[in-house]
């Protein structure tokens, strides 16, 4: 059964929907499970503005992408693909930064869902033309 609040974090849908106004894009597709993510970013110098999302997609991904997209001011471009490994590598033994917080009540009943969790961030790092 799905937690009330995941549903409410996948509800949330201030930053859904694309729009014509990027300076990055991207698609990306979890090949365990189909789930699809395409995504917008305005980008200045090492710094993400803004992040904008539609996804096709199991409700673990779609509240891990608003996630990400409220918080997407809170991680700098140098340190994605750390980030991204860090939560990647996570489980309930390793404390993460308060950053990851949201993300880690995601996995906290979803440990075996980290793909869906991490997908948003693949899409990031694949629009900034960073290598996983």
Known sequence: ???DKIIKLASD???????????HHSNSKNHICGDKIKIQLVAKK??????RYETESCIICQASASILSKKINTFSIKSL??????LKNSNNN????????PFKDLLKKNSNRVECVVLPFKALIKAL???I
Not at 13 to 23: A, D, P, Q, S
Not at 46 to 51: A, F, G, N
Not at 81 to 86: A, E, G, H, S, T
Not at 94 to 101: A, N, S, T
Request: net charge positive.
């Open 1 to 3: 059964m799905i937690d």
């Open 13 to 23: 849908t201030k930053n859904y929907g694309l729009k014509n106004y990027f300076t």
């Open 46 to 51: 090492e710094k993400i503005i803004s992040m």
């Open 81 to 86: 693909k750390k980030d991204y490994l860090i």
């Open 94 to 101: 390793i404390k993460l930064p308060e950053k990851f917080k």
């Open 129 to 131: 033309g960073k290598k």
